[in-house]
């Protein structure tokens, strides 16, 4: 009986017992059977339960830094058996420059997401989203947003073109937030994703629970989503038209978000004529997106827009630099061109084509009789890298079918109007390109069409070595598209994790407040008693509070901080000019000044548990100080974070000083690293 793939779920390994009703899969590049892929037998009711009871209980006992440690050691485990992944991923058709996006690409996303978790959160379960809201005069009664782990589960439904990457950069936001994940690989390419996820198993770092693998049909899953629950999917748009519509969205509240396929395009500006860096990046862009993983990106450039008095250059340039790149085994080195995932991949593939033809568009490299020739020789799923020509820039044909391989289509343009229309036309995508040294131009053009893409890359020279390209998605950066794109956003840093938490408007007293976002709040307690400064983490708590002695401010002290420090701006140094200022009543204080003389209110100067400041945030000058002013600082512990790995932790502290006259003069943040023990 030919192997079928298990799958993992609640804790354990599942092979079907019968291999009725498998879908077999074949190596891509030679058409020898692999395997099948089942989910026969598996208890659906079973892995919901496992993600919402174990999955939910062990996930969320640790706090974002917690996980985002997990994610840390993960990652380094993953990446010491790439060599592994590769060798798997030749058989998916992937060449080792192309496998490299999708294995270490995707596991650099597991280390962004564990600087997210380590960097941008608390040590907390609990994540604050923006400042206090006051809502009443008095300041009794506040608000502000939180965000916490929903009590659901994460399905991936993810794409055959990426399936460690398209795994990986949902796991890694998705465990951040605390949510348990199943994942359901796409079929031709589950292999692989099945490689990866079992040695996160093997690992043994992640809490039980955290991930489940269904590597065949998940529909009896979608019956047992509710409100908590959410679907995340990548493939195309008719399937994401599908999946929204499942009654678990529509009637039981399921969230669902969609990454789909998109007609992406690149644009040559007016400026990049022939002979100038612009167009020969341009063309190396275009001819890259048509050959890497053979045109099987979510991102690839399907539509070419050109200047009309460009096209046959651009035309004659991109064959041309496709007649250098090797197609054949994708485990030979010179491989730049390997096969399409299978055999109807294939048939889809130029199936689109013949259709964008038969829409008004000629061919001018590749197509159906030479992909049929490479076939032939190769013994695989081969498509011949494509070039059409639109014979009309707006035949519906070019903007609305998507050929899901190693094809483009030239589209020309008249002028700006017409390029930002064109650009529109494609209903939304994942990502445009404009490769120009005109600012004038692409500030125009970018603008413009913003509203109908997730992402924009601008290229030229100056920023051409190093840059990531138009089809690289960063795990920094968001990752979607509006309209046909899917109207979704994966990644984006913080913003990926967000995506699967619950945003809540909390209303309260500041006290309240307080202790329900772990961050104290303006107008709640402050305990007063020793110097906040000679506690380590282990004894300080939020509210703790310095209230400063007062320190007047003399005109020698202005003048002196002046001359000494260079800056003699006139509101410091000229009394009728800073008084016809209506900012000022006269010769005033620098800000700087202020900030000086309350660190010399509020420090400690003996040896104790701060270590060091390392910064301060938010600061605002309210009130002038004139000479003879007097000052205080009243300042107080408002968020205590430790660190996982390290004998210390950061201390945020409120800054608010004031007047003899109890006017506030400055407020901000100062930052400071401070030991756990003293």
């Keep these: 009986m030919t192997e079928i793939l298990s799958s993992y779920v609640a804790g354990t390994w599942h092979t079907p017992g019968s291999a009725d009703g498998a879908r077999p899969v074949r190596d891509a590049g030679t058409g020898e059977l692999l395997h099948s892929v089942s989910s026969a037998g598996v208890d659906f009711s079973a892995v919901a339960d496992h993600a919402r009871t174990t999955g939910i209980a062990e996930l969320q006992k640790l706090t974002f830094h917690q996980r985002g440690v997990i994610l840390k050691k993960l990652a380094t485990y993953l990446m010491e058996r790439t060599k592994d992944y590769h060798e798997i991923s030749f058989t998916t058709g992937t060449t080792k420059r192309d496998a490299f996006v999708d294995i270490e690409g995707g596991i650099g996303t597991l280390f962004t997401y564990s600087g997210v978790a380590r960097r941008q959160m608390p040590n907390s379960t609990v994540h604050l989203d923006g400042g206090v809201e006051r809502l009443s005069k008095n300041g009794t009664f506040v608000g502000r947003h939180i965000l916490t782990s929903r009590q659901g589960l994460a399905l991936q439904i993810n794409a055959f073109n990426f399936p460690v990457w398209g795994m990986l950069e949902k796991f890694g936001p998705m465990f951040v937030a605390g949510v348990p994940v199943v994942v359901k690989p796409a079929t031709d390419t589950a292999h692989l994703t099945h490689a990866v996820v079992a040695d996160m198993i093997e690992s043994g770092l992640l809490p039980a629970g955290a991930i489940q693998l269904v590597t065949g049909d998940v529909t009896p899953l979608f019956d047992r989503l509710a409100d908590q629950d959410a679907i995340a999917f990548t493939g195309s748009a008719n399937t994401a038209r599908t999946l929204s519509a499942l009654d678990c969205v529509t009637q039981r509240g399921t969230r669902f978000f969609a990454e789909a396929d998109s007609l992406n395009f690149s644009l040559l500006g007016p400026d990049a004529a022939p002979g100038t860096e612009e167009f020969d990046l341009f063309v190396s862009g275009v001819v890259a997106e048509i050959t890497v993983k053979a045109g099987q990106k979510c991102t690839a450039i399907r539509r070419t827009f050109v200047p009309e008095a460009h096209a046959e250059a651009v035309g004659e340039a991109i064959i041309a630099k496709l007649s250098t790149q090797g197609v054949g085994d994708p485990r030979e080195k010179s491989t ?42 190769h013994g695989g799923a081969y498509v011949a890298a494509t070039v059409l020509q639109a014979d009309d820039a707006w035949s519906d ?47 125009e053009f970018v603008r413009k069409i913003a509203p109908w893409h997730g992402r924009v890359l601008v290229l030229d020279r100056d920023d051409a070595e190093e840059s990531t390209g138009h089809g690289s998605p960063l795990p920094n950066l968001v990752h979607g598209g509006p309209g046909r794109a899917g109207g979704g956003e994966e990644m984006g840093g913080l913003r990926g994790v967000e995506h699967f938490m619950q945003r809540t408007a909390i209303q309260a007293s500041p006290d309240m407040l307080t202790a329900i976002g772990g961050e104290w709040v303006n107008g709640s307690e402050r305990r007063l008693g020793d110097h906040p400064f000679t506690k380590s983490l282990a004894d300080l708590r939020i509210g703790d509070t310095l209230d400063s002695e007062w320190r007047e401010v003399t005109l020698d002290d202005i003048e002196h901080f002046a001359n000494f420090t260079g800056d003699t701006f006139y509101a410091h140094m000229n009394e009728e000019a800073a008084a016809a200022n209506p900012f000022f009543p006269g010769s005033v204080a620098h800000g700087y000044l202020i900030v000086s003389f309350a660190a010399g209110l509020f420090v400690q100067p003996d040896p104790g548990p701060v270590l060091a400041n390392y910064g301060l945030e938010g600061l605002n000058f309210i009130t002038p100080v004139s000479p003879g002013d007097k000052l205080k600082v009243t300042l107080t512990a408002k968020r205590i974070t430790p660190r996982e790995t390290d004998e210390y932790g950061e201390v945020r502290w409120d800054a608010q000083v004031v007047n003899q006259n109890d006017e506030p003069v400055a407020n901000y943040d100062v930052l400071t690293l401070v030991a756990k023990e003293y």
Excluded: C, M, N, W
């Design 397 to 443: 044909a070019v903007h609305d079918i998507e050929a899901f391989g190693p094809v483009t289509s030239i589209i020309t343009y008249s002028d700006t109007e017409d390029a930002v229309r064109l650009a529109a036309r494609g209903r939304g995508s994942l990502v445009g390109s404009v490769v120009t040294h005109d600012r004038e131009f692409a500030t």
């Design 336 to 377: 730049r061109l390997g096969p399409v995932v299978s055999d109807k991949q294939r048939t889809d593939v130029l199936d689109a084509v013949d259709q964008i033809i038969a829409g008004g568009a000629h061919l001018l490299a590749g197509g159906r009789e030479e992909s049929d020739r490479l076939a032939a020789e």
